[in-house]
């Protein structure tokens, strides 16, 4: 451990106050496009959780990884997802080998369920399923492919799903990002993480906005929004809300209560100062200025040499030091993402 | 359709002062100077988390806006004068179960009756002046700086005016976590506002530009039609002051004013066929203070900040320039009775 910011006095201990959120909040929206999937009465799957960024390299799979390790020892079976198309490496933060059947299998059509892919990590109620490896040019995956897979994630036999994300803003990867229940984006204190981060953001924010049916009347405008250089010069969420309220404020009020619904959670990693801590809080602050959203910054962890050397051996963080602070960090994000978004599906069949 | 929110016309409404701070409205002192800090520095220059979302210029607004939220909030008694007048329509945060009883009818921008802004403004389509749309994040921030030296003006007494004098006002900086603190200003507050006290002299000899700067009615906001009761009200308010124009009469009208008062404010309500009690549910200013400004009974109104506030609000409602309408009603406010409106210099 190096390099260790001093956290701030309000950190330590149990959750601190500025870490709060409202616990009432549904934590997925009823106006979905994924709604029907997501309500499948069927399904064991309470919550899917999904780990996005935009960068790639600002610790994605490590922290979905470490998530799906301290979910799994908190709250119930655990299934790691890697959906980074273009890069999965998720086995490996795991400290697995490639498995032979992976989510190529699936996408190209060989196989119909997401359960014959699921193989044990080793980890006591922790299960993967590879990315795909072996199709090189699948960055992008069809609405059809999409909506089946999205299906057979509900279909499986576990409690939890966590996804990790690729790099990039792909309709796929936004659309993965929306479909999940707790969403949230890694970034690092650096400005071209945070410029993608911004970008991850706005893209997932428009497309969140686009997918919503309440909002169709707008979607023009909102297809505006998303190519900056459109006729009606709509450059910023308050352009295209001031767009829909100047064709009708009833509808303004439901693209405020759809913004308001999109809520992803941040972390920001590899701190090593205040100053890197206080990025999230700043990071926050201007969304809820620029976007009117409510980001919720959920944690930090701390810049830790140690990641290099779990890495390298390829043995799981949470594994190689239980008792580091980068761990206990991860847990704290783990019980109060539980904590926050309570939300249970089984509940509200 | 039961909407939560409230509406406004802005995506973030940063003329409220809570919002600006990020803070819920029983924050305790300290949590409100914790707040200010963390968000001070997040709009400080070169702070990586603006990076590509937020420009220079909107940077810079904002920062004012913080000073200026943090000028009222951080002071106990101006806090509890803009609490009072500011009062949100329960007590409850919006998400209570008690909010929904209040946004059951919902017809009318007007009429919508949980707002909680304090600053609610039109749609900009409404405003034809020199603001550029395309800056929308920044709200309507432009009609503020002018708005808070008077702020200040009017209370001699009162620590924060007389902080920007005192050498203690050089005190600690803004990064000191002291907790005690809610005496010891930061130094660029108080720098801050004898730079905004010098800037009002000039501001007040402006010559008001009304007539450049003239509403046009906006498709996109329909005015209400008149109802029995306000136009009954035109009979017995307006005290023959005018019978009801119609609404392309009373735009040119509008159109040509400088001086406005009280009672010129009153015919273009009603004139709008605006009642007292929707732009009291639009504004959440009491129905005794509409009355008195519009009658021009200052020693019925609070301090010349509010009443600022109050008349630019009322403004906003009646879909006039605001800015415009609240220099020259607070220049006519400020003859009639010097005495309220003294300065501190």
């Not at chain 2, 009883?101 to 002046?129: C, H, K, V």
């Amino acid at each position: 451990m190096q390099g260790k910011a001093s956290p701030p006095s309000s950190l330590a201990g149990d959750l601190p106050p500025i870490f709060t959120s409202d616990p009432n909040l549904e934590p997925f929206s009823k106006d979905s496009p994924f709604d029907q999937l997501k309500f499948s009465p069927q399904s064991q799957v309470r919550q899917t959780w999904a780990i996005g960024g935009g960068k790639g390299g600002v610790g994605k799979s490590l922290v979905a990884s470490s998530l799906a390790i301290a979910l799994s020892r908190a709250a119930g079976k655990v299934t790691a997802l890697d959906l980074d198309l273009g890069g999965s490496n998720l086995h490996t933060a795991l400290g697995t080998d490639l498995p032979k059947h992976t989510l190529s299998d699936f996408i190209t059509g060989r196989t119909d369920d997401l359960k014959t892919l699921v193989v044990p990590s080793g980890i006591p109620d922790l299960t993967l399923i590879s990315g795909a490896q072996d199709c090189v040019n699948v960055t992008q995956i069809d609405a059809a492919v999409e909506r089946k897979l999205f299906q057979s994630i509900m279909n499986l036999n576990s409690d939890y799903v966590v996804m990790d994300l690729g790099a990039g803003t792909g309709f796929s990867t936004l659309d993965f990002f929306l479909f999940s229940d707790i969403g949230i984006i890694v970034l690092l204190p650096e400005p071209t993480s945070i410029e993608n981060a911004y970008r991850f953001i706005k893209s997932s924010y428009y497309r969140h906005l686009w997918h919503s049916p309440s909002l169709i009347e707008a979607r023009p405008l909102i297809e505006m929004a998303m190519d900056t250089r459109n006729p009606k010069g709509i450059k910023s969420p308050s352009d295209l809300y001031r767009e829909v309220t100047a064709k009708s404020p009833e509808l303004s009020l439901r693209l405020k209560h759809q913004i308001e619904r999109f809520r992803p959670k941040l972390i920001v990693n590899q701190a090593r100062t205040q100053a890197d801590i206080d990025i999230g809080f700043s990071v926050k602050s201007v969304c809820k200025k620029y976007f009117g959203i409510d980001l919720d910054y959920v944690g930090y962890l701390d810049y830790d040499s140690a990641v290099w050397q779990t890495v390298r051996r390829k043995r799981p963080l949470l594994l190689e030091f239980p008792n580091s602070r980068l761990v206990s960090s991860m847990e704290r994000i783990v019980q109060y993402l539980l904590k926050s978004c309570p939300h249970q599906r089984s509940s509200l069949k | 359709m039961i909407f939560e929110e409230k509406i406004s016309s802005q995506l973030t409404d940063l003329t409220d002062y809570y919002e600006v701070l990020d803070i819920k409205r029983h924050a305790n002192s300290s949590e409100i100077r914790e707040s200010y800090l963390r968000i001070k520095a997040t709009y400080q220059k070169d702070n990586a988390a603006l990076y590509t979302l937020i420009s220079p210029s909107e940077r810079e607004d904002m920062l004012r806006k913080i000073e200026e939220a943090y000028q009222v909030l951080s002071s106990p008694d101006l806090k509890r004068e803009y609490d009072s007048v500011h009062a949100k329509a329960s007590p409850f945060d919006s998400d209570s179960p008690f909010s929904d009883a209040l946004s059951d009818s919902l017809d009318s921008p007007l009429d919508s009756p949980n707002i909680i802004s304090i600053d609610r403004a039109p749609p900009m389509e409404s405003f034809s002046g020199e603001e550029n749309p395309l800056i929308a994040p920044t709200t309507d921030f432009e009609h503020r700086p002018a708005s808070t030296p008077s702020l200040f003006s009017g209370h001699s007494t009162h620590p924060v005016a007389a902080r920007t004098s005192s050498p203690q006002a050089q005190g600690p900086s803004p990064t000191s976590s002291n907790e005690k603190s809610q005496m010891d200003h930061p130094t660029n507050v108080a720098m801050n506002l004898g730079h905004f006290e010098k800037g009002i002299s000039t501001t007040y000899q402006e010559p008001v530009r009304s007539s450049s700067r003239t509403t046009s009615p906006s498709s996109s906001t329909p005015a209400p039609t008149p109802s029995a009761t306000s136009s009954t009200m035109a009979s017995t308010l307006a005290g023959g002051a005018a019978s009801t124009p119609t609404l392309s009469e009373l735009d040119k009208e509008i159109a040509q004013q400088t001086h406005w008062t009280g009672p010129l404010l009153r015919k273009v309500r009603i004139g709008r066929g605006i009642s007292i009690e929707e732009v009291t549910q639009a504004t959440k200013i009491t129905k005794a203070y509409i009355l008195a400004i519009e009658e021009e009974n200052y020693t019925k109104l609070p301090a010349p900040v509010f009443i600022r506030g109050f008349v630019s609000q009322m403004a906003r409602q009646l879909r006039l320039p605001a800015n415009d309408v609240t220099h020259s009603y607070m220049e006519r406010a400020k003859q009639a009775l010097p005495d309220k409106f003294k300065s501190s210099k």
